[in-house]
């Protein structure tokens, strides 16, 4: 619900423009997709995914990618405001935040700082595990070949735990830091009002937000 309505401010085409800066190869315009395209309704690649993922990871600067054998391609032109691209980082960073549907033990908690996705298409057909750490951005995705849909397998319990293991295999012997907050972000303290028996709806933390917003 917060994404479509989020869609909705912004309007589909807009935002379609912007998965287009990210090098998301969208076949039709946002218009055609309408407001499912806040849940994932347009096909790309895994590639083209992971490569998304990777301007979050740089700060909002998208780049090509090259094959192991060649020499590292470096971060593109700025495509996301680095501001926004930190905050994201900085929720999916967050066990918290996702504490209530994965639970305190949940695989995508690392013992280093890194920043991860899942997600599930329609049927089960294809799921996704997408993170970054503060070297590596690994991509995983699960499915059959032919396109048949699978049974009781999600992000979670599909791409999630090779995605947890690829990132335990690169950080064996490598820490990973956070990103520093890029000028423009402030951090706040948020608390939340009570609840009909009188409770907080959460509990109280802090927020980073964009300078006056």
């Given amino acids: 619900v ?104 949940s695989l995508l908690t690392t013992r280093f700082w890194s920043a991860v996705k899942t997600g599930t298409s329609k049927d089960m057909r294809d799921n996704w595990a997408v993170g970054w750490s503060e070297r590596y951005t690994v991509g995983v995705w699960v499915g059959n070949a032919g396109g048949a849909a699978m049974w009781d397998v999600s992000g979670t319990t599909g791409a999630a735990p090779v995605w947890a293991e690829l990132m335990r295999f690169l950080h064996a012997r490598e820490p990973s830091r956070a990103p520093r907050p890029p000028p423009g972000v402030v951090e706040v303290p948020v608390a939340f009002g009570p609840s009909a028996d009188g409770n907080a709806l959460e509990a109280a933390r802090s927020e980073w937000f964009l300078r006056g917003t």
């Fill in 2 to 105: 917060p994404a479509v309505r989020t869609l909705v401010m912004v309007s589909p085409e807009s935002f379609a423009r912007q998965l287009r800066a990210v090098g998301l190869p969208l076949r039709e315009s946002g218009d055609y997709y309408g407001y499912s395209l806040a849940l994932g309704s347009a096909e790309v690649s895994l590639l083209s995914l992971t490569k998304a993922y990777r301007a979050l990871a740089n700060g909002g600067r998208h780049g090509s990618a090259t094959l192991l054998a060649r020499a590292p391609a470096a971060p593109g032109a700025p495509v996301i405001d680095p501001r926004a691209a930190f905050i994201v980082g900085d929720i999916l960073s967050d066990p918290n935040a996702r504490m209530r549907t994965f639970g305190p033990d």
